[in-house]
DNA sequence: GTGGTCTAGACCACC
DNA sequence: GTGGTCTAGACCACG
């Protein structure tokens, strides 16, 4: 899995490396149970702060999208139907379908963008 | 339109006033052409400060959703198609659908939600 | 010669209608002597404020641009070589060349722009 | 690079900032990639406040003529040819021209102050 | 240490 | 009365 970040976002560089996370298992390119890359290694090959990574692993964890064991490391590991934040991630989710909206199209559109992006990464 | 704001919220109350004015012309609540609180009327109104709403203004003003005439104020007036911020708003869609699609959410429910959140506020 | 007005514009009305007249006179649009419409006259044609036609005549006066009669109202009168501002012009002039030059445009492009400028209106 | 404010001025600050910051980098004296000061820093030693320095800032990233890096702090960083604003540049330089007519320069004169701003420190 | 956000209060330009 | 600008001082998120 590629990692990529823009140093210029004003979306923190941990939230940027928990979507891509977030984005990859639900794409299918983490598997469940698969092994995260260690703190440090990630860090360097990305040139991000160490700190930086920890803080999105903690937060994936809180969320429930992965474990961490002390001798295995990250592991992804969601709980199917547990993860919350469903109403953070609804009004997220009407803000986007609003400015699509705004933006001229159609709700056939708008439901084929959705549609399309669920099924990414599903082959 | 009810403005409610979030002052635990990590996003910025600026930023909640312009979601919320985003969400409103989009459902229909914030005609075309509607005349906008002034400034400083909607900050007291919210107990926010003038300052942060004008900032809100000038986003919104700047995103193309708003025009402000110096004789009448601020006026909805976003103009169909010419909204831009396609790119980032897909890339916040997918990872809504992402964290759906984790939380257990088949296509199916998926879209009947995008599809709601569509017609909502249209009749 | 056609006044156009760009309510949304943050350049206020007043400033937009003594630049349109500058313009005018030097495209020879605006005849020395020629006599300009009255205060409430061109308010009423415009849809602005008779004040802020006001304000533009007394600002283009103090410019030396035109001189105001009481009898015969306004009339275009700059003195050749008598109008100052000359230092804020050229301020001006070198923020505007700023930035030509920083979109990419090459000195010979620049001085094309400048020249037919100039010579704008001139037959 | 040195900074002046005109504090009486009616160009606000922070345009008074940007302006300056363009010129600078037109003239290059600010090279591509070079690090700008501060936005603490700058306000202090240019005895403005930092949220009309954090303004220019924002503006002139918002032009394209900078980038702020998190990691780096702001950036000269203007891509050749992507930065917009030829409409309102070429209205202004209008004016400008007008005026310089008006004050009694021939076309020659204009053209010869016109080459030798963007000649200006090019050595 | 950096920029981003927010507040309270003030002044001014514009219409 | 409207929005725009500026200040001083504070807090927080980020890296």
Redesign the interface.
Known sequence: MLLQFD??SSV??YMQLR?QI??G???GELKFGEKLPSVRGLAEESGINAMTVSKAYQLLRQEG?IVTDRRRGAQVC?E???????ED??Q?????????????MS?EE??K???S????GKA
């Open positions: 140093f210029k923190p560089l979507n977030v984005n298992i639900a794409a999208y969601w199917k139907g547990a993860t919350e934040a469903a991630t609804v997220n989710l009407r803000l986007c379908i609003s400015e699509l909206r705004l933006s001229g709700r708008v439901l963008i959705c549609s992006l669920y099924e990414e």
